[in-house]
Nanobody
Framework: QVQLVESGGGLVQAGGSLRLSCAAS????????MGWYRQGPGKQRELVAV???????NYADSVKGRGTISRDNAKNTVLLQMNSLRPEDTAVYYC?????????????WGQGTQVTVSS
């Protein structure tokens, strides 16, 4: 079985920064794309940023210039550094990964970590 465990959420004032971390563990042969998604109150889950195994990245327009996604392939981790946080960044942030093992690919989600930005 595979687990994605997020950490680093919390309460922060507008203009502040947070770093979210996600670690994948379990029966893993390789990990392709990893990413962060978020779901704000009353909203649908949306993409924040994704990164491929080779390091190519894609960001939502709303976080471009404020967010940086990175990963450590040796440690099966993905990080999201968010700066200049705004109240509208308040959401539950979820880690996502495409994980390969036993000859197949599987998509996994973490349990989510709450980020609250106060004005």
């Amino acid at each position: 079985q595979v687990q994605l465990v997020e950490s680093g959420g919390g309460l922060v004032q507008a203009g502040g920064s947070l770093r979210l971390s996600c670690a994948a563990s379990g029966n893993i042969f390789t990990i392709n794309t990893m990413g962060w998604y978020r779901q704000g109150p009353g909203k649908q889950r949306e993409l924040v940023a994704v990164i491929t195994r080779s390091g190519s990245t894609n960001y939502a327009d709303s976080v471009k210039g404020r967010g940086t996604i990175s990963r450590d392939n040796a440690k099966n981790t993905v990080l999201l550094q968010m700066n200049s946080l705004r109240p509208e960044d308040t959401a539950v942030y979820y880690c996502n990964a495409d994980i390969g093992y036993s000859g197949n690919w599987y998509n996994y989600w973490g349990q989510g970590t709450q980020v609250t930005v106060s004005s």
